[in-house]
């Protein structure tokens, strides 16, 4: 059974970077997407970014400038990092595996969730 | 595109059946998947691809498509429906885009 665990700072000052990392246990690493999404409060889910097990990398383009998500496979690990910080990013960080299927036509599914984080920002 | 519409909140009576739409130009390329939120806790899939249902989800959670509406049915609903609904699928303009619908409350009276 594929389990993420993630973790890291939760409160955070404006202008600060926020980082965060999921670990993935108990299934295969490569072969997938592995996303990051969050909720603002009262919000809906917003998608940030996903990497693969090779690095290569796909993100919102309304948070690309300030978004680096990394991966390490030694660990099973993946990253994000969230560049000068305000409080219009406070929300609930999760990652997520993302899996796909072609028949009869593609579809991609995030099937395993973290439990999530939930970051705030305030001075 | 890569807006995924969707009708901010649905009632059903206990017992009815209900459907939850998600409308996107990215629908006739993909198929939407489906997540229920209920508070305090991450989504959960319960429907992806043309209708399948991972272990554990019930069988009154169907999912269908037709153009560019892709819709979760719930027949029969329960009391432990009542969650949030959110349909999501990559982006057809190439960019390799996850989306995700702006979600759906769903009451169950």
């Known amino acids: 059974q594929v389990q993420l665990q993630q973790w890291g700072a939760g409160l955070l000052k404006p202008s600060e970077t926020l980082s965060l990392t999921c670990a993935v246990y108990g299934g295969s690493f490569s072969g997938y997407y592995w996303s990051w999404i969050r909720q603002p409060p009262g919000k809906g889910l917003e998608w940030i970014g996903e990497?693969?097990?090779?690095?290569?990398?796909n993100y919102n383009p309304s948070l690309k400038s300030r978004v680096t998500i990394s991966v390490d496979t030694s660990k099973n690990q993946f990253s994000l990092k969230l560049s000068s910080v305000t409080a219009a990013d406070t929300a609930v960080y999760y990652c997520?595996?993302?899996?796909?299927?072609?028949?009869?036509?593609?579809?991609?599914?995030?099937?395993?969730w973290g439990k999530g984080t939930t970051v705030t920002v305030s001075s | 595109s890569s807006e995924l519409t969707q009708d901010p909140a649905v009632s059903v009576a206990l017992g009815q059946t209900v459907r939850i739409t998600c409308q996107g130009d990215s629908l006739r390329s993909y198929y939407a998947s489906w997540y229920q939120q209920k508070p305090g806790q991450a989504p959960v899939l319960v429907i992806s691809?043309?209708?399948n249902r991972p272990s554990g989800i019930p069988d009154r959670f169907s999912g269908s498509s037709s153009g560019n509406t892709a819709s979760l049915t719930i027949t029969g609903a329960q009391a432990e429906d009542e969650a949030d609904y959110y349909c999501n699928s990559r982006d057809s303009s190439g960019n390799h885009l996850v989306v995700f619908g702006g979600g759906t409350k769903l009451t169950v009276l």
């Open positions: 997520a595996r993302e899996d796909s299927g072609s028949y009869p036509y593609y579809y991609y599914y995030m099937d395993v």
């Open positions: 691809g043309k209708n």
């Open positions: 990497i693969n097990h090779s690095g290569s990398t």
